[in-house]
């Protein structure tokens, strides 16, 4: 910033305030670099700034050593007004919201450990201090209950405050498994399935969490539908694992939710490296590094990378997420959990139209 340009700006009146304009927060930047004067103004969205921008170049133009000036608007979307690279309001974004943020784990593919990975993430964020709740979406495959160890609960029971989530470790959880038998083939046509998710959605008593992780099934269909069709979640984290066949699969999930106005909150490659039990050696059993390459050519953050190991694999079917714990991969699930918290701060920024005249 230049003090003498700035000290000249505040001595403009801000229209709305009637404060200086560095006083009332309008300008963003003020320098002068050979001989030009750039100068960010911010902007409300239905602001008629024109005047403004004149009497501002004309005071710039009055200090020594100033040949040109450029006023830089940026403009802050006025609120209810959604910039063009946000979601479209949907009657979705006016229901009311069970949860402060409401962040989807998907994959392209099955078995690719998208339920491994929503379960931890949900643990890394317990064991930060955050509430979390989570919805398990997947009927033809719920693996929440087990890897919680909530597997013996059958049906939920309505309460004053609505369904009743399940509990352990301190997540409340809803899982489709607590109302289908293991191992029965699942009848369910697509129209249940959606009314199931729906009356989760808006119907348990989630507590109103800090976060939501809700485990979707693998693919498009019906269970994507439904929550596109209740709630404007924050966005959708993809995992994948580092084959190139899988790296399909995830391109073809980020096209499907990109159709949905489903922000992508980034990629977590999962089965990264092997870390062995007895030395700690890390090898590349499907090659590695393949999805931070395919998210930087995609342009979606990379969130972070999961090793494969047989502890994590033992303490998933035991019941006992291992972010709960410490070690390697606990330690790669809280860096992969805060990179998709800040990612959700992201795309909630309004992004500002920048208007450039001179
Ligand atoms: N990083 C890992 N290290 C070791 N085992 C893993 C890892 N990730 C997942 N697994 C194991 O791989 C199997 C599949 O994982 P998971 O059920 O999470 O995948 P999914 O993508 O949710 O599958 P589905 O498509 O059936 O829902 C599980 O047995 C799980 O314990
Ligand atoms: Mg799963």
Not at 90 to 119: C, E, H, L, M, Q
Not at 162 to 182: C, D, N, W, Y
């Amino acid at each position: 910033m230049s003090d003498a340009l700035l000290a000249r700006l505040d001595r403009i009146s801000d229209p709305g305030s009637g404060k200086g304009l560095a006083e009332a927060g309008r300008l963003d930047g003020a320098v002068i670099d050979k001989g030009v004067a750039t100068i960010v103004l911010k902007a409300d969205a239905d602001e008629d700034s024109a005047a403004l921008k004149a009497e501002i170049e004309s005071a710039a133009r009055e200090l020594d050593g100033v040949k040109r000036v450029r006023v830089i608007t940026t403009i802050q979307r006025a609120p209810g007004k959604p910039h063009a690279r946000q979601r479209p309001v949907k009657a979705a974004a006016d229901a009311p919201r069970p949860a402060k943020r409401i962040i989807a784990v998907a994959a392209g593919k099955g078995g690719v450990g998208k339920s491994t990975v929503a379960a931890n993430l949900a643990a890394s964020l317990t064991k930060q201090g955050q509430s979390v709740a989570i919805l398990d979406a997947d009927i033809y495959g719920p693996s929440i209950p087990r890897l919680f160890g909530l597997r013996d609960i059958k049906g939920l029971k309505k309460g004053d405050k609505g369904i009743e989530p399940a509990q352990a470790h301190g997540v409340r959880i809803v899982s489709m498994g607590f109302l289908t038998k293991p191992g029965q083939p699942v009848v369910w046509r697509g129209p249940m399935v959606q009314g199931a998710i729906q009356q989760f959605l808006n119907e348990a008593d989630w507590g109103y969490p800090d976060v939501l992780i809700i485990d979707m099934p693998p693919g498009t269909g019906d269970a994507q539908l439904a929550i596109a069709q209740t709630i404007a979640i924050d966005g959708v984290v993809i995992a994948c694992t580092p084959q190139d066949l899988a790296l399909d699969d995830a391109r073809k999930a980020i096209a499907m939710f990109e159709k949905t106005h489903t922000p992508i909150l980034g990629l977590i490659e999962n089965m990264s490296v092997f870390l062995c039990p007895h030395c700690g050696e890390a090898s590349e059993i499907f090659g590695h590094g393949g999805t931070r390459a395919e998210a930087e050519a995609m342009g979606v953050p990379f969130l972070g990378e999961i090793p494969l190991t047989i502890e994590l694999r033992e303490r998933s079917d035991s019941g006992e997420p291992v972010a709960f714990g410490k070690g390697p991969v606990s330690d790669a699930f809280a860096r992969a959990s805060e990179a998709m918290l800040v990612s959700a701060d992201e795309v909630r920024k309004p992004a500002p139209d920048i208007v450039l005249t001179d």
